[in-house]
C-alpha cells in the first residue's frame, strides 16, 4: 500500500503564491504522479503531472503559472502555484500512478493512490 499526504494549502490573496507538498510513503522517482483539484460541485480535474522520466504536462488553466516537480528520491511531490486566481480555490489532492508514464495525461481514472487533500482559497 502506498499512501500520500498532501500539505501546504491555505487562504491567499489573488496574485499570490502557495507551494504544495506531497509525501510518499514508497519513493517513487520512475513513476508517474499527478496534482488534481476539486471544487464544491465540480468534478475532480487534473492539473499537472510528472512521468517517472521527468517530463511535465499542465492543464491549459494552469500553464504558465504553475510549477511541478519531485525530489531526486520520488518521495516528494511538489506544485509551485502562482500568479493564483479565485477559480484556484478547490481541494487539491496528489495521486500515483503505477506505471512510468502517464497515460492520456490527466485523467484521474488513470491513478491508483490517492492523498487526502488539502485545502487551497484565493480570494479577490
Known amino acids: 500500500q502506498v499512501q500520500l499526504v498532501e500539505s501546504g494549502g491555505g487562504s491567499v490573496q489573488a496574485g499570490g503564491s502557495l507551494r504544495l507538498s506531497c509525501v510518499v510513503s514508497?519513493?517513487?522517482?520512475?513513476?508517474?504522479m499527478g496534482w488534481f483539484r476539486q471544487a464544491p460541485g465540480m468534478e475532480r480535474e487534473g492539473v499537472a503531472s510528472?512521468?517517472?522520466?521527468?517530463?511535465?504536462f499542465y492543464a491549459d488553466s494552469v500553464k504558465g503559472r504553475f510549477t511541478i516537480s519531485k525530489d531526486n528520491a520520488g518521495n516528494v511531490l511538489y506544485l509551485q502555484m502562482n500568479s493564483l486566481k479565485p477559480e484556484d480555490t478547490a481541494m487539491y489532492y496528489c495521486?500515483?500512478?503505477?506505471?512510468?508514464?502517464?497515460?492520456?495525461?490527466?485523467?484521474?481514472?488513470?491513478?491508483?493512490?490517492w492523498g487526502q487533500g488539502t485545502q487551497v482559497t484565493v480570494s479577490s
Open positions: 514508497r519513493p517513487s522517482s520512475n513513476i508517474c
Open positions: 510528472i512521468a517517472g522520466y521527468g517530463s511535465t
Open positions: 495521486a500515483r500512478r503505477r506505471e512510468t508514464n502517464c497515460g492520456s495525461g490527466l485523467q484521474p481514472s488513470e491513478y491508483f493512490y
